[in-house]
């Protein structure tokens, strides 16, 4: 019974599927970081276009969807740079262009209609060893880009304008994260195809949200979880005839579903031993030699020290606590 797993096909599908539940969290978290938990979802939309592309000129489909996502990704970053629209309008703007565009062009396809079915709901168990590569060596870059640049992605994720104080290339770094995204929705567009993949970027990181307080470990944490319901789900269908894609997205809620209420008594104890109430903390605060702007409280990303009848927070190698209108540093 158990000889399924060890067959070509499911281990090409759980190598899939575990670089897929590692990227996909990993982009994820800077993604809610930034609020915009749905970008996924625009680009699988987009990526529609791309894949009918593919199928309408008999190139790689993959490829076009990675250029017409990069593509996509740009142009909604410049038209929210330029304030032409907000960055929601933008998104709108995302969604229905590349869902338009897929349908009109795969409608002259011909067959093209029924292979795009595997893009948009995934076909794990049907991908080649060349389309496993190609998927595990993009997931490598989008990890080593995500954790290599951990600090600049997320000081521009969590407040660009005291990146942009800081010399950070706000532009640049927020267009990078827009084409992480694309280039993740491109790579698990085979695993768990374009209409679920944002839930992959998404649940597992909501899960780690409820236990972790930093930033760092929250994304180490959402990508144990996706890695963990990428292979319990395709598992599972190797002895349920179910959608491998959806099976890893109903996987991952049910985690979510089963610690929620662990997640609910951490939150609860972590607000118990914080004696400041959040709407009390000042706007402002100075550090050594620089002006830095955060509001330090609960899940503010900095690890809380209890110190006698307060909460000390450790940020830039010190401990900062609040005192009246401002914050002391020692």
Not at 149 to 176: C, K, W
Not at 189 to 207: D, K, N
Not at 227 to 243: K, Q, R, S, Y
């Amino acid at each position: 019974m158990f000889e399924v797993l060890l067959s070509p096909f499911m281990i090409r599908a759980l190598v899939a599927a575990a670089v897929t539940g590692l990227a996909a969290p990993t982009v994820g978290t800077y993604l809610v970081q930034r609020r915009l938990s749905l970008l996924g979802d625009g680009f699988g939309h987009i990526c529609v276009t791309g894949v009918a592309l593919g199928l309408l000129t008999g190139t790689s489909p993959t490829v076009a969807a990675i250029g017409i996502a990069i593509l996509g990704a740009l142009l909604i970053e410049l038209i929210r740079a330029t304030g032409k629209a907000t960055a929601d309008v933008a998104l709108a703007l995302l969604f229905y262009g590349g869902i338009a565009g897929g349908l009109v062009l795969i409608s002259f396809a011909g067959n093209g209609a029924n292979a795009l079915q595997g893009y948009l709901f995934g076909s794990i168990t049907a991908i080649s060893w060349t389309d496993v590569l190609v998927s595990a060596g993009l997931a490598v870059t989008i990890l080593a880009l995500s954790l290599t640049l951990l600090p600049q992605l997320f000081a521009v994720a969590n407040d660009e304008d005291y990146a942009r104080t800081t010399g950070i290339s706000v532009g640049f770094y927020n267009m990078l994260i827009s084409v992480l995204a694309a280039v993740t929705v491109s790579v698990a567009m085979r695993t768990v195809g374009l209409l679920l993949v944002s839930a992959l970027m998404v649940i597992p990181v909501a899960t780690a949200q409820q236990f972790t307080r930093g930033f760092r470990m929250t994304m180490f944490t959402a990508m144990g979880a996706g890695l963990l319901a990428a292979l319990i789900g395709v598992t599972t269908t190797a002895f349920v005839d179910a959608p491998p894609g959806a099976t890893i997205v109903l996987v991952s809620l049910f985690g979510f579903t089963l610690t929620a209420p662990i997640g609910v008594l951490v939150q609860r104890r972590r607000k118990a031993r914080v004696p400041f109430p959040l709407d009390e903390l000042p706007e402002a605060h100075d550090t050594v030699g620089e002006p830095h702007r955060h509001e330090h409280g609960e899940g503010c990303g900095h690890l809380g020290i209890e110190h006698g009848d307060h909460i000390d927070y450790v940020h830039d190698g010190h401990r900062h606590a609040v005192h009246g209108g401002h914050y002391d540093e020692h």
